[in-house]
């Protein structure tokens, strides 16, 4: 049973950081794509950040320059860091897993944690 769990959420004001954990179990991060989402109250999901299967990062532009997502294979676990917070951060951020269907692609993001709170004050 494929389980994904987030930490390190929390609050913080303007221009700090933060670094968020996800473990998995049940799945090897190695082998399929982990990617972050958030979502604030009111708004509409939006996608974070992505690890591929072949170590690849990918970012929207919100976020790129700012957040840099890795992984540590020996333990199972990616990590978000996030840097030079702004207000507009602010919400619950959700880690996700997706099998590989290649070394850079991945099929649907069907596994989903319960999500982790980072309020960002001004």
Do not use: H
Not at 37 to 52: C, D, H, L, N, S
Not at 60 to 83: H, Q, W
């Amino acid at each position: 049973q494929v389980q994904v769990v987030e930490s390190g959420g929390g609050s913080v004001q303007a221009g700090g950081s933060l670094r968020l954990s996800c473990a998995a179990s049940g799945y090897t991060v190695t082998t399929g794509c982990m990617a972050w989402f958030r979502q604030a109250p009111g708004k509409q999901r939006e996608w974070v950040a992505t690890i591929r299967p072949d170590g690849i990062t990918n970012y929207p532009d919100s976020v790129k320059g700012r957040f840099t997502l890795s992984r540590d294979n020996a333990i199972n676990t990616v990590y978000l860091e996030m840097s030079s917070l702004n207000p507009e951060d602010t919400a619950m951020y959700y880690c996700a897993a997706a099998f590989r269907l290649t070394s850079a692609a991945c099929g649907a993001y069907n596994y989903w944690g319960q999500g982790t709170q980072v309020t960002v004050s001004s």
